[in-house]
Nanobody, 124 residues
Framework: VQLQASGGGLVQARGSLRLSCTAS????????MAWFRQAPGKERDVVAT????????YYSDFVKGRFTISRDNAKNTVYLQMNSLKPEDTAVYYC??????????????????WGQGTLVTVSS
C-alpha cells in the first residue's frame, strides 16, 4: 500500500486549504482512511476519518464545522477541505489507512500504512 499526500502550504488565518491523499496498491473497499496531524513537540492526533465503502465520517472536536473529509472512490483519493483555519491548526498532516477490522480508527498505532506528511502553516 502506498499513500501520497499533497496540498499543504502557508495560509493566513481564516483561510482555506485542501489536502489530498491518493492510495494505491490494493482494493480499499473495507478500509478506513484517516487524516492525523502533529504539531511540533506534540503527539500525533486524529483529525478526521472516513470509510471507503459507505463514506461514514468522524471528526475530532477541534475541527468539527470547519473541516470536511471526503473521498473519490474512482480516483482512490481522499480529501480534507480545511476552512476557517487557525494558527493552532499549524502542523504536519498525515494520511493513513487501515482495515476496518483492525483496532480503533482513533489510534495511531492501529494504522499500518502512512503517507509522507504535508506541512500546513497558518499565520496569524
Amino acid at each position: 500500500v502506498q499513500l501520497q499526500a499533497s496540498g499543504g502550504g502557508l495560509v493566513q488565518a481564516r483561510g482555506s486549504l485542501r489536502l489530498s491523499c491518493t492510495a494505491s496498491g490494493r482494493t480499499f473497499t473495507n478500509y478506513r482512511m484517516a487524516w492525523f496531524r502533529q504539531a511540533p513537540g506534540k503527539e500525533r492526533d486524529v483529525v478526521a476519518t472516513i470509510t471507503w465503502n459507505l463514506g461514514t465520517t468522524y471528526y475530532s472536536d477541534f475541527v468539527k464545522g470547519r473541516f470536511t473529509i471526503s473521498r473519490d472512490n474512482a480516483k482512490n483519493t481522499v480529501y480534507l477541505q480545511m476552512n476557517s483555519l487557525k494558527p493552532e491548526d499549524t502542523a504536519v498532516y498525515y494520511c493513513a489507512t487501515k482495515s476496518m477490522a483492525r483496532g480503533s480508527h482513533l489510534k495511531v498505532e492501529d494504522y499500518p500504512h502512512w503517507g509522507q506528511g504535508t506541512l500546513v502553516t497558518v499565520s496569524s
